[in-house]
């Protein structure tokens, strides 16, 4: 991947996601397939201006979805946990 934006798909705003950003202060995001953890590493360090500590990615299988007699999944995707040791990221504000 070259172009960091596409490495960088948004956040995971969830109850469990806010937790964990307050706690332990790792923040979710929705990443690229095909990314690893050093270009997530790289893409979240350019676009936020902070320190990245570690970055640990789970792919995740679609969810079986049925429309009448047809019966598909949704596409896999990746998430990655991003821990900091410098800085925040808050997404509350920019929303």
């Known amino acids: 991947m070259k172009n960091i934006y596409s490495v960088l ?5 969830t109850e469990k996601a806010a937790l964990m950003q307050e706690e332990n202060g790792k923040i979710v995001f ?3 397939r095909k990314a690893n953890k050093i270009e997530v590493k790289n893409a979240v360090e350019l676009m936020f201006n902070v ?3 570690d970055v640990k990615t ?8 049925r ?3 047809t019966v598909g999944f949704t596409n896999d995707w990746k998430k ?5 040791s410098e ?5 509350a504000d920019e929303l």
């Open 9 to 13: 798909q948004g956040p995971c705003l």
């Open 67 to 69: 429309v009448g007699k």
């Open 51 to 53: 320190k990245v500590k």
């Open 30 to 32: 929705k990443v690229h």
């Open 87 to 91: 800085g925040t990221i808050n997404f």
């Open 58 to 65: 789970v792919t995740l299988r679609g969810k079986k979805k």
């Open 80 to 84: 990655a946990y991003v821990t900091l």
